[in-house]
């Protein structure tokens, strides 16, 4: 039986724009084999679009509270998202948050 997809918003706080993040979260979702976008908010947060199988959402989870060199994550707000189709993972523009 295939593990069931799930869907999450990650919005992650701290020095997270200007230090490469988005191109961290995107390597590491590729990488993981996640679904969906990451985007920096005007508000100084980034938002993470995902879908994945939990444990997979779990472990990118970890790496944004990692995060790569030069930023500090303060804090990662997880919530449930509805589910979308999306082919890949991806940098999408700057915005308000979705979720």
């Given amino acids: 039986m295939a593990a069931r997809r799930q869907a999450r918003f990650f919005f992650v ?15 590491e979702a590729n990488r993981l084999g ?3 976008y990451v985007r920096n908010l005007y508000d100084g947060r980034v938002e993470v679009y995902a879908v994945g199988e939990e444990a997979v959402l779990q472990q990118l989870r970890g790496r944004l509270e990692q995060g790569p060199p030069g930023s500090r994550v303060e804090q990662v707000t997880e919530r449930q998202a509805p589910h979308k189709s999306y082919r ?4 999408e523009a700057s915005g308000q948050p979705a979720g």
């Fill in 13 to 27: 706080e701290g020095r997270v724009q200007g230090v490469g993040f988005r191109f961290f979260v995107e390597h």
């Fill in 34 to 36: 996640v679904r969906g």
């Fill in 88 to 91: 890949d993972f991806s940098i």
